[in-house]
């Protein structure tokens, strides 16, 4: 019974992983702007939230840094792609490249470095429930806080009138121009916004899902988180059921392993992305479903004028 528990609460840790920077993309792509760069931006923020632990020794303050580091990555990919009109898919493997290259090398120096002891969280009297406390009571704050994040943002989306605004901006920018609004200031900020929670999302590797810096450690989340938000049609709930069952899968791994199944280690290390690649399979045998869930102008360059 103890394994299960120790299984769903890592399933829940992972999915957080997932679901922070999948969201992050899925405002992005609400604007109508892919960004592959993901992988690069969690990699960045992960060495930036890492070292600000090191130092000052506060979980907040790195956390704030990662978002930070991400932000400042995507801000560099708005301007290139949005104001100068840079090819999207193109930049974004750019800036992905560059964040593994900088990340590496920014981090030679804290590869040894150790965070200070980490806090335990748990909910008081939850926690003391059999199976179903060690499994959800006892988690980081931020896997309750992605719960909020998701509502919150099928909220903002579909409630709000800036929301729609950012919706109709992925839909038609032509119309949304010709309404009055500045396309390209809102895709500015929309991708600024996705590349800040994609900086939470490696800062929390970093510093709270395995607290220690290793070179790439962010191994591929990056590009699950962008499978994901395809997966999930474009929706926030679906995207947070899926981060969690990628998650589970990312942990079913090491969960075999305790119990002495004899599958090759490899095999069990590329379940995660053979489990990417079968979904993104079968999602991609119904165009015609994909084109009513994807936002009309996703990846589609605006220019004023033309």
């Keep these: 019974m103890e394994?299960?528990?120790?299984?769903?609460?890592?399933?829940?840790?992972?999915?957080?992983v997932l679901a922070i920077a999948a969201l992050g993309l899925l405002i992005n792509?609400?604007?109508?702007?892919?960004?592959?760069?993901?992988?690069?931006?969690?990699?960045?923020?992960?060495?930036?939230?890492?070292?600000?632990v090191v130092h000052t020794g506060s979980d907040n303050l790195g956390f704030l840094a990662g978002m930070g580091?991400?932000?400042?990555?995507a801000s560099l990919f708005g301007v290139l792609v949005i104001y100068l009109g840079t090819n999207?898919?193109?930049?974004?493997?750019?800036?992905?490249?560059?964040?593994v290259g900088f990340s590496a090398f920014v981090g030679i120096g804290y590869v040894q470095e150790k965070l200070p002891p980490r806090p335990q969280f748990e909910i008081p009297w939850l926690a003391d429930i059999p199976l179903l406390g060690p499994a959800f009571f006892k988690q980081h704050p931020l896997?309750?806080?992605?719960?909020?994040?998701?509502?919150?943002?099928?909220?903002?989306?579909y409630q709000t009138r800036t929301g729609l605004v950012l919706r109709s901006v992925g839909e038609s920018p032509?119309?949304?121009?010709?309404?009055?609004?500045?396309?390209?200031?809102?895709?500015f900020f929309a991708v600024v916004a996705g590349g800040a929670l994609c900086g939470l999302s490696g800062a929390y590797i970093s510093v709270a899902y395995?607290?220690?810096?290793?070179?790439?450690?962010?191994?591929?989340?990056?590009?699950?988180?962008?499978?994901?938000?395809?997966?999930?049609?474009?929706?926030?709930?679906?995207i947070l059921l899926g981060a969690y069952l990628f998650g589970g899968?990312?942990?079913?791994?090491?969960?075999?392993?305790?119990?002495?199944?004899?599958v090759p280690s490899q095999w069990l290390s590329a379940l995660p992305y053979l489990a990417t690649i079968v979904v993104l399979a079968l999602i991609s045998r119904n165009p015609a479903w994909i084109r009513i869930n994807m936002p009309a102008s996703l990846g589609k360059p605006f220019q004023p004028g033309s």
């Design 3 to 16: 394994s299960y528990a120790l299984l769903l609460a890592a399933t829940l840790n992972a999915g957080t």
């Design 69 to 73: 580091a991400g932000a400042l990555m």
């Design 174 to 187: 032509e119309s949304a121009h010709a309404l009055g609004y500045s396309v390209r200031r809102i895709r």
């Design 210 to 238: 395995t607290p220690l810096w290793v070179e790439g450690m962010v191994a591929g989340k990056g590009w699950i988180a962008l499978a994901l938000t395809t997966f999930a049609t474009w929706r926030p709930a679906r």
């Design 88 to 99: 999207q898919y193109a930049t974004g493997l750019a800036l992905s490249l560059f964040g």
């Design 29 to 52: 792509e609400k604007a109508g702007i892919v960004n592959l760069g993901a992988e690069g931006m969690m990699l960045c923020a992960a060495i930036a939230g890492f070292a600000t």
């Design 249 to 262: 899968v990312t942990m079913l791994q090491f969960h075999l392993q305790g119990l002495g199944v004899q």
């Design 143 to 157: 896997v309750y806080g992605v719960i909020i994040l998701v509502f919150g943002m099928m909220w903002f989306l």
